[in-house]
């Protein structure tokens, strides 16, 4: 996930007060040759317990990415880059999906809006 997007994620934890906790981030790298456990561990440190990094092998990336309908690229030569989808679905504790969360890449999201619609998600899982 792009900084950006991480970053409105936290805004929208802080948004939603004690009822955050409840929550988690899963952040998929696409790129896993060069993000690390560690490299991750400390990217995802700098937004929150709440976000928490995984990586897979190329063929389970490619399956996930399958079954979400995510597109991803990396490139390595002659220019280094990473370019990959920024939605973010969003499941229940029962593993139930909800809805997905568009539009954190951008520098106003609803902020208000989604912490209101993951609070309601938070309480129906209760």
Not at 28 to 51: E, N
Not at 61 to 74: C, E, I, M, W
Request: with cysteine; hydrophobic share 40%.
């Amino acid at each position: 996930m792009c900084p950006t997007t991480l970053y409105n994620a936290d805004r929208i934890f802080q948004a939603m007060g004690p009822q955050a906790a409840d929550i988690r981030l899963l952040f998929v790298t696409v790129d896993p040759d060069r993000d690390t456990l560690p490299v991750l561990t400390q990217y995802t440190g700098l937004f929150g317990p709440q976000v928490l990094g995984l990586r897979g092998t190329p063929d389970q990336l490619y399956t996930l990415a399958r079954r979400y309908r995510v597109v991803f690229s990396v490139t390595k030569t002659p220019v280094y880059s990473v370019t990959h989808s920024s939605a973010i679905y969003v499941f229940d504790g029962q593993g139930k999906a909800h809805f997905i969360i568009a539009g954190l890449d951008t520098n106003d999201p609803d902020i208000k809006g989604i912490a209101a619609d993951l609070e309601d998600v938070v309480q129906s899982s209760v």
